[in-house]
């Protein structure tokens, strides 16, 4: 049989030697390293950003664990840990920005939805997100969108009001997109710090 007629790859060799089946992703071929490593090569808003660097999704995640923290102090680690990870699928599919996902529609979800399960049984969270930690999650994550867009992709903060959540009175987060390597230290050791709070 020739190569031209087998069925397309549907996995991804990772650095960590594992191979992710896209189509049915074992929780067993998913490390953390390898996820920290995507994803602070990831760059958020396609990388039309200011700075040096751009701003991966790695820092992106950090900044949206600080803003649950400030906002949900009371919050359990591992609702803490999830909101670390929410975004974890993007290490493997990428960061498309949302105008991009509402064009692919319901195969992107379905892959993205398949990844996010396997991700949180492999961290011992619950599969899938409860839609009351996913819907606090999310406000976090939009909050976060509206620093991004405000402090270094270029948007007025009456831009930002239309698409984003203009955040509380009283909370601020600075946005300084890092070195990739740094970015990656800066998630794993969030992380880190999560998984002995769960033990």
């Not at 820092?59 to 600080?66: F, P, T």
């Not at 997100?129 to 976060?144: F, Q, W």
């Not at 991004?148 to 959540?165: H, L, R, W, Y």
């Amino acid at each position: 049989m020739s190569g031209r007629s087998r069925a397309p790859r549907a996995w991804q060799r990772m650095l960590s030697g594992r191979r992710l089946d896209l189509l049915d992703p074992s929780p067993l071929d998913i490390e953390i390293e390898d996820i920290a490593r995507g994803l602070a090569r990831v760059a958020r808003w396609n990388g039309q950003t200011s700075g040096d660097h751009a701003f991966s999704v790695a820092e992106h995640s950090v900044v949206v664990l600080d803003l649950f923290e400030i906002l949900y102090p009371k919050a359990s680690a591992p609702d803490r840990m999830t909101a670390l990870l929410h975004d974890a699928a993007e290490y493997v599919v990428g960061d498309m920005i949302s105008p991009f996902k509402a064009v692919l529609g319901g195969d992107y979800r379905s892959v993205e939805a398949r990844l996010d399960m396997a991700v949180n049984r492999r961290f011992g969270l619950t599969a899938p997100t409860p839609p009351r930690l996913k819907k606090k999650i999310k406000r976090c994550d939009v909050i976060c969108a509206w620093f991004e867009a405000t402090q270094i992709a270029g948007f007025t903060e009456s831009e930002a009001d239309a698409f984003f959540i203009h955040p509380p009175d009283g909370v601020r987060v600075e946005i300084d997109p890092k070195p990739v390597v740094e970015a990656e230290a800066a998630f794993l050791e969030r992380f880190r710090g999560l998984e002995r709070a769960m033990e």
